[in-house]
């Protein structure tokens, strides 16, 4: 089977409240087959945030392959096109770092690790010294391991004492965590997957599920196929694969212009109160806040929101009504709403609509607010972001108390006198030299941050030393200072947690090449150079091994609502991942979080006091007690206000930018996979056909996209986008270009995106800028854009997007064999059905 053409593989349906069927997804490099295979290792792929179980082929001491895992509650053996082409086959790659590099008369050459640790330690003792903490930074990555991200947050928050630490995960996910802590006080994911066999309806907003998390739209399309599917609604400006499914299944797609989200949310909640949708009895007892709600929403008419948003009045009321007649709705939450105008009060505007209903923590009724990378739910646990372990308060003393006495330091070592530093003030912070040394970490802001050619001056500049580690020789890593090679997935052990809290261990498979180090190993090796220290004078990290930093972190967790005290390396290897919180109580952790309508809002226990969703201004401690939440959740609002930058005469058309299902991210490893990069080996520019019409332009030709800021030019794909729309896809930099770029443009979406952020999630816009369109030349054939997606042609003669012969793959259903474990809803009540017993296909 072809899984480049047939993305999502055969159809497995079933009827609601039944188990998902299990499918073992397996591929194998050309030329090895299933005998030939030494061992097959257990992980889980790390290739989005769907965290799918699988198991890695081994040969002769290479990474040659992989298969699901049929017993994993994430996946029930599925993989999908990145991680069956793409996971592991970067790793054999003759481009690999495998020693470090340091900057000599402006060219990076090869050196020992001594040399470069100690150039690292020099550049930081010396800042300490002149400058203090304030001049390090730290920006990771959404890639890492649990026990990597906990070791350098206790070295950035006890060991330094710096506050300019986050994540690349404020690009993808922060959203998410912000509007959970405004609504539920904590972060932490309310839903499980398993939602989906249950529910009525699924609401998608700005979520392409089907090219971002490719399994879990098989697991949608398996209960859609089935006889009685629920209706799906989807919010998305593009027609994409969930907007014909939701024609499909008597559903709605609502195509809001760029940057008009909010006023979308404002009316579908005003249609909830208009209609008398509101569980009042379950409002009344369990949120507050439901006035000042009512109020908020009640000019957003469906007259009014089909002006501001340029949908349909009726499909407003028809989305609402959807929404206010089921028992059960999922509704999902990704970058189409994080990443634009008004991002936190739009995800928080989720919530609303099923606290209205009383529709959370039970089978069915959930929200999963997406997270773009695949450890990004690390980040934010372990305090590797902008934020303090364990969902800790940084303004809560308590809090930061706790933390001083688990890493025995002085409570005025860890920095709690302000909010975090989020990672669009650390760039700047970086540009201005007041952070003299930046340390990336398995990420590539060189394409990845808005306004790239400021980012390239940043990184490249002499105001602040760079280091950079990673896989290989990135856009970034070529304009830093010190270049530390890393392992990477099957190369180190650690565990991940997936968005839907579901904490996997990945094994160590192979060794990584030449002297490439785990992320651990050089953080420890770090701390070494630096010789931080407790306040007994004993090494500040007591750690050395993936399952030392483990037990560590879970001391840490304890007691927190991401409760991990329940969980050991041992326990991980047992069939499925297990859910957080586990402990004592729930030993085989939780499915989903409120079922008891009890949210984390009390004053001791929360995350954060909160803040105005228009203003992004923050509720100080005191105004948060006299609300007196006593574990009710918020519902809050914010009018509509537009966008920062409009369409006008000079720039009259909309930007939008998004990932799409061959590649991930910044293409590090998915660009080196021949399977993946055949099927969109570069980058393209979508038109609608009335806009295309009107500037002249026909599939294939080339065109060039200007922006305030900068410019692309690519090839132009006459598709799907509304018309006012240009949608361009963020993964290519130019790593595998022989060309010089040209310093006027190049093939990155974010030459034209804003350096500007949501005021309360600090997350950057990439949805919305404005920019102009010219076409530069004929074309010599259709844009390099697949036909498989959301991106799909409508000239019918473009060829359709197929794998070469090495994308053979096996799906194999296998009969009598239904997946259960401890916490599935489907199973009778007090039926423990512990599939630790179960002898499963795909498992050795
Ligand atoms: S859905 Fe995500 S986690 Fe699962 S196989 Fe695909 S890329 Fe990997």
Same mark, same amino acid.
């Given at each position: 089977m072809d899984r480049i053409a047939d993305i999502w593989g055969p159809r497995t349906p079933h009827a609601r409240g039944t188990v998902w069927p299990a499918r073992v997804d397996r591929h194998l490099q050309e030329g090895v087959a299933e005998e030939d295979v030494e061992r097959w290792v257990r992980s889980a792929c790390v290739l989005c945030s769907n965290g799918c179980g699988c198991e890695i082929a081994v040969r002769d001491g290479r990474m040659v392959g992989v298969r699901g895992v049929a017993t994993d509650v994430v996946n029930h053996g599925r993989l999908g096109p990145k991680g069956l082409y793409g996971s592991w086959d970067w790793a054999n790659s003759p481009d690999r770092?495998?020693?470090?590099?340091?900057?000599?008369?402006?060219?990076?050459?090869?050196?020992?690790?001594?040399?470069?640790?100690?150039?690292?330690?020099?550049?930081?003792?010396?800042?300490l010294d002149e400058k203090g903490p304030l001049s390090h930074g730290f920006y990771t990555t959404g890639q890492l391991f649990l026990e990597e991200y906990y070791t350098l947050a206790v070295i950035g928050k006890a060991g330094l004492g710096t506050p300019h630490m986050d994540g690349n995960t404020r690009l993808c996910t922060a959203t998410s965590a912000a509007a959970f802590k405004e609504s539920f006080g904590t972060d932490g994911q309310p839903g499980s997957y398993t939602d989906i066999e249950h529910c009525d309806a699924i609401f998608l907003f700005g979520h392409n599920m089907p090219e971002t998390q490719t399994v879990l739209w098989a697991r949608v399309l398996d209960r859609t196929r089935a006889d009685d599917p629920p209706k799906v609604v989807c919010v998305d400006p593009r027609r994409t694969k969930v907007a014909e499914e939701a024609e499909r299944t008597g559903g709605v797609h609502l195509a809001p212009r760029v940057g008009t989200n909010m006023a979308l949310m404002n009316g579908l909640t005003r249609e909830l109160f208009a209609n008398g949708r509101v569980d009042t009895a379950w409002v009344e007892r369990h949120t507050l806040g439901v006035d000042d709600l009512r109020a908020t929403v009640e000019p957003y008419t469906p007259e009014e929101t089909a002006r501001i948003c340029g949908v349909d009045a009726e499909d407003v009321r028809r989305a609402a009504r959807i929404f206010g007649e089921s028992e059960r709705v999922l509704s999902t939450v990704l970058q189409g709403f994080y990443q634009s105008h008004q991002a936190t009060a739009a995800a928080v505007a989720v919530h609303n609509l099923h606290l209205l209903r009383g529709m959370i923590g039970r089978p069915g009724a959930g929200v999963l607010q997406m997270n773009g990378q695949p450890t990004a739910q690390n980040t934010?646990?372990?305090?590797?972001?902008?934020?303090?372990?364990?969902?800790?308060?940084?303004?809560?003393?308590?809090?930061?108390?706790?933390?001083?006495?688990?890493?025995?330091?002085d409570e005025m070592t860890i920095p709690h006198w302000a909010?975090?530093?989020?990672?669009?003030?650390?760039?700047?912070?970086?540009e201005q030299g007041s952070i003299g040394l930046l340390w990336i970490s398995a990420t590539n802001p060189a394409v990845s941050m808005p306004e790239s050619a400021r980012v390239r001056r940043i990184l490249g500049g002499e105001q602040c030393f760079v280091v950079v580690q990673d896989l290989f020789l990135t856009e970034t890593a070529r304009l830093a200072d010190v270049v530390l090679p890393a392992a990477g997935w099957g190369e180190k052990s650690g565990c991940f947690t997936n968005v839907n809290r579901t904490v996997h261990l990945s094994e160590k498979a192979v060794e990584p090449p030449g002297e490439a180090r785990s992320d651990l190993d050089i953080f420890l090796m770090y701390a070494d150079a630096m010789d931080f220290r407790d306040r007994d004078g004993a090494p500040l990290?007591?750690? +050395? %091994?993936?399952?030392?930093?483990?037990?560590?972190?879970?001391?840490?967790?304890?007691?927190?609502p991401c409760d991990y005290s329940g969980l050991s390396y041992d326990k991980l290897r047992g069939p499925t991942g297990i859910p957080w919180p586990c402990t004592d109580e729930h030993p085989e952790g939780v499915d989903r979080l409120y079922g008891d309508g009890v949210f984390n809002t009390d004053p001791e226990l929360c995350e954060t006091y909160g803040h105005d969703l228009l203003t992004g201004g923050t509720v100080t401690p005191t105004e948060y007690r006299a609300k007196g939440p006593a574990g009710r959740a918020f519902l809050k609002g914010a009018p509509y206000v537009p966008p920062h930058e409009e369409a006008s005469e000079?720039?009259?058309?909309?930007?939008?930018?998004? +990932? %799409?299902?061959?590649?991930?991210?910044?293409?590090t490893k998915t660009g080196r996979s021949r399977n993946l990069n055949d099927a969109a080996p570069d980058v393209w520019v979508e038109l609608s056909v009335p806009d295309a019409r009107r500037l002249g332009i026909a599939e294939g030709d080339r065109v060039r996209v200007e922006s305030p800021r900068g410019a692309m030019e690519a090839r132009a794909r006459v598709g799907q986008v509304m018309e006012g729309a240009v949608f361009a896809p963020f993964h290519y930099g130019h790593w595998d270009l022989d060309e010089v770029v040209p310093e006027d443009f190049s093939r990155q979406a974010n030459e034209l995106t804003m350096t500007i952020w949501d005021p309360v999630s600090k997350q950057p816009y990439f949805k919305t800028a404005a920019c102009r369109v010219v076409r530069v030349a004929d074309g010599d054939g259709p844009a390099p854009a697949p036909t498989t997606t959301a991106s799909r042609p409508v000239d019918p003669s473009v060829p359709p997007t197929r794998g070469g012969p090495g994308a053979s793959t096996v799906a194999e259903v296998v009969d009598g064999f239904v997946p259960s474990y401890p916490n599935d809803p489907a199973l009778p009540s007090g039926d423990t059905g512990h599939i630790a017993e179960v002898s499963a296909p795909g498992r050795s």
């Open positions: 770092l495998t020693r470090p590099l340091v900057r000599e008369n402006g060219r990076l050459v090869e050196t020992d690790w001594d040399t470069a640790m100690a150039r690292i330690a020099e550049v930081s003792r010396r800042l934010r646990e372990c305090g590797a972001d902008g934020d303090l372990p364990g969902f800790r308060n940084w303004s809560n003393p308590a809090h930061v108390r706790e933390l001083a006495e688990l890493w025995n330091v909010p975090p530093t989020h990672a669009m003030q650390i760039f700047r912070y970086a990290i007591k750690w +050395r %091994t993936p399952e030392e930093a483990f037990d560590a972190w879970r001391e840490c967790s304890r007691g927190r000079e720039y009259p058309l909309l930007f939008t930018t998004g +990932r %799409t299902v061959y590649h991930f991210h910044t293409r």
